[in-house]
């Protein structure tokens, strides 16, 4: 995104750190998808570890 007001090489350093605010994003909004994933996985595997304990017949 230009800004008109910038000399060219302020405006190199300015996309540059936009460049490297998004890749921060990225990797922080790909961090948190994997530990939300994670964690609904480990909700589902305990859910289906406890009704399985619930379903073992008792003598």
Known sequence: MMNKNLALEDQVKVDQLEN???????????????????????????MQMTHSIQEVPTT
């Open 20 to 46: 490297h605010l998004n890749e921060r994003i990225n990797y922080l909004l790909g961090y948190l998808i994997t530990a939300l994933y994670t964690n609904s996985l480990n909700f589902l595997l305990i």
